[in-house]
């Protein structure tokens, strides 16, 4: 009895000083392999934005209108100024990891339209609607589009905000990621 005793406890002793120094190198050698986040601060010349015809003048802010001209504006026009609809920004990489970190001047909700839609800033892949950024409980957001996908060079479109003015403070990917410029659009100019 006492001999059947010590070898089943001499089995399981035996797989938990096999087992668990083998999770754990599974575990730290995961824990390596996995790219850190790189924050590239916004703007970038790595980034191009379109469909805002002042950005250059106005940058860092994302408004429709010049700057310049605030105060010839009334301020109800001013106000819908300051929301960058129409406004997106462009480049194509081969990120594994997307992440965007924003900054909105308040909370505030529309109740006739949905935050996905007054707030959010939609991430578009290869002309494909992936998934939406918006704030939740706080003005400061980091928010993760994808995480540890395969790799491979692709067209990424980030549509800015309909009704709420929003700040783009940093684009977050995984270290070893390319970024190139965006694709040029078919026509030069947009069809109104």
């Not at 892949?125 to 395969?150: L, M, R």
Request: glycine share 4%.
């Amino acid at each position: 009895m006492i001999t059947v005793k010590y070898l089943r406890f001499f089995r399981r002793f035996s797989m938990l000083v096999f087992f668990v120094p083998v999770c754990l190198l599974c575990f730290v050698q995961l824990a390596y392999c996995e790219d850190a986040v790189r924050w590239i601060s916004f703007p970038n010349a790595a980034f191009e934005v379109n469909g805002l015809a002042w950005f250059s003048e106005n940058t860092p802010n994302l408004y429709r209108l010049p700057e310049r001209k605030m105060n010839r504006f009334r301020q109800p026009v001013w106000s819908l100024a300051k929301s960058p609809s129409g406004g997106r920004i462009r480049f194509r990489s081969d990120c594994t990891t997307l992440a965007i970190r924003l900054e909105y001047p308040n909370l505030n909700r529309m109740r006739n339209m949905h935050t996905f839609g007054q707030s959010g800033v939609d991430l578009y892949i290869d002309g494909h609607y992936v998934k939406t950024a918006i704030p939740d409980k706080s003005t400061n957001v980091e928010f993760f589009y994808f995480k540890d996908i395969k790799s491979r060079m692709r067209e990424i479109t980030l549509y800015l905000p309909l009704y709420k003015g929003v700040k783009v403070l940093s684009i977050g990917m995984n270290d070893r990621a390319v970024i190139r410029p965006a694709q040029p659009f078919i026509l030069d100019r947009p069809v109104v």
